[in-house]
């Protein structure tokens, strides 16, 4: 579809109440292929949209690649699919993301399930090994060209997926193609050189939560080494004020290692909205 004279794609699967499902880095609308399916057998409209610069989304040079403005084009995204209200999944940043969707336009969230992501002591917060790497000039180009899908499948395995049996060749070559189509990686690069990890955004996407009147939830993977229970997962239980957080067998990206889990906890969550 069109976004701001850009295109934007949108995977979607069922009918019935939307749930907006948010990646993040280095992934795209693939990394819900495993959840979207299940929440459309259950009777609800799953949406996973890659950002844009991401994924088979546009991937322009002068675009605004911060939080702030990929928060804005998904805003613009879900109005021009004419979606009044919808549930959110967010996960690494669109974690940071999806909170700038809900500062813009709170009345419309129905319930949040937070997966693994910065938002709490996002004054604190550095890029985990190996993602680092991209944030530096030239390092980051020659870092992104040189990782082929060998290399792409040994790091998640060694950072981002715990169960190496979910993650082979073929996921890893899908993730490689959806980062570097049409551009190398570029778009990439300048997300990753534009996050707003700071204070003032912590505080806004704090407030922002909190103030929502609506089921929330975290679900964490425990194995997670860049994103950390301790530092990035109980500060944010802490913040919301929720009882219990949600701890999973998984890295980061725990759609990976544990899609039933998650989607039955997700599905939980929207039937007892």
Known sequence: MDVDGQQGFVFEQGEGVPVVCLHGVPASSFLYRKIIPGLAERGYRGIAPDLLGMGLSAKPKDANYSWTGLGRWVG?????????????????????????????APDRVR?????????????????????????????????????????????????????????GLPEARAYDYFLKRGDQGTSFLKIMRSFEANADKEKLYLEVLRALTVPKQIIWGVHDKGLTLEKYGFPLQRALRLEIIQEVEGSHFIQEDCAPVILDKVLALLEAS
């Open 76 to 104: 613009n995204l879900l109005d021009n699919m004419g979606l009044k209200e919808y549930h959110l999944v967010i996960h690494d940043i669109g974690g940071p993301i999806g909170c700038e969707l809900i500062s813009n």
């Open 111 to 167: 319930s949040v399930t937070i997966l693994n992501s910065p938002i709490a002591n996002l004054s604190i917060f550095k890029k985990p090994f190996p993602m680092f790497f991209f944030e530096q000039p030239l390092i980051g180009e020659v870092f992104l060209q040189t990782t082929v899908p060998f290399l792409f499948r040994f790091l998640m395995h060694l950072r981002g997926v715990q169960d190496q049996s979910v993650f």
